[in-house]
């Protein structure tokens, strides 16, 4: 038995069912998209997001070593799909902020009547990613495109934040010195931040939430595999993983078991219905 998803997502998923390209972006093809199904009224206007990239541009950090250049820090799905052109990825460590699951996704890793979670930056601690480098006549071309995807409703706050690159991935080894980089952290008075929540709550929503990116879960296992394949280990969304993994057997052990129980005769009570699930 299924469960048809509410109007209002059934009008998202049909007008913005497609693969994100680069071009798109360029092209602003998803903000367009976007504003002609009900998640229209949570984008920001135009203008202020112009302004928001003019006043990042503005503060760009004018590093000798740079040459002009500047660094992006991925911390998420910008470290296995930057979209960016860059001329050099390295392992960086952000300091005063860490990772978690903080921002609930009504649009990229959810729908509006059941939303996802992405990641962002807030405060206290620290967080291994990578920084990307990004030529200096193309950084303003560049950071429109990542506006375009990062800041659509104004979750994030743009900032350069205090980085070193290098180390092992676990938090010491060899740094270099410090330097600045373009990060996106969380903004806490958005509507859709959504604070430090338990694992529990962070794992359901992993996995029966899916958006026009795909699933939840896919944003997750994809991080924790862009993050492995550089050498970074983090023990906090590795956890999560193996709760999701487990949650999963749990519930294709109970499913077995009910299947078996009702060919056998013994249980005449009608399976529950399957839990409705938004996908795209």
């Not at 000798?64 to 998420?76: H, I, M, N, S």
Request: hydrophobic share 35%; charged share 20%.
């Amino acid at each position: 038995m299924s469960f048809p998803p509410p109007a209002r997502d059934v009008a998202l998923i049909y007008a913005c069912s497609m693969a994100i390209t680069r071009q798109d972006l360029e092209s602003d093809r998803l903000r367009t998209s976007l504003c002609s199904t009900p998640v229209a009224s949570s984008l920001l206007p135009e203008h202020v997001l112009e302004q928001s990239l003019c006043d990042a541009l503005a503060c760009k950090p004018d590093d000798p070593a740079l040459g002009g250049d500047v660094w992006v820090f991925g911390y998420g799905s910008l470290i296995w799909n930057p979209m960016v052109v860059h001329t050099e990825r390295r392992r960086a460590t952000v300091h005063g902020y860490h990772r978690g699951f903080y921002l609930y996704s009504r649009i990229n890793r959810g729908t509006w009547d059941n939303p996802g979670l992405v990641l962002g930056l807030d405060r206290g601690g620290c967080c291994h990613g990578m920084v990307f480098r990004i030529p200096s006549h193309v950084v303003e071309q560049e950071f429109r495109v990542l506006w375009r995807r990062e800041m659509l409703t104004g979750a994030y706050h743009p900032r350069w934040l205090r980085i070193r690159t290098g180390g092992n991935g676990h938090g010491d080894g060899d740094w270099g010195p410090e330097q600045r980089a373009l990060a996106f952290v969380m903004n806490r008075a958005h509507e859709s931040y959504a604070g430090r929540l338990p694992d529990t709550s962070v794992v359901e929503r992993l996995r029966h939430a899916a958006g026009l990116y795909g699933p939840a879960r896919e944003y997750l296992q994809q991080t924790l595999l862009g993050l492995a394949t550089n050498g970074v280990d983090d023990p906090y969304l590795g956890r999560l993983w193996r709760q999701v993994q487990a949650d999963d057997a749990a519930d294709a052990e109970s499913a077995a078991a009910r299947a078996g129980t009702a060919g056998t005769g013994m249980d005449d009570t009608p399976p529950s219905p399957a839990r409705p699930r938004e996908t795209v």
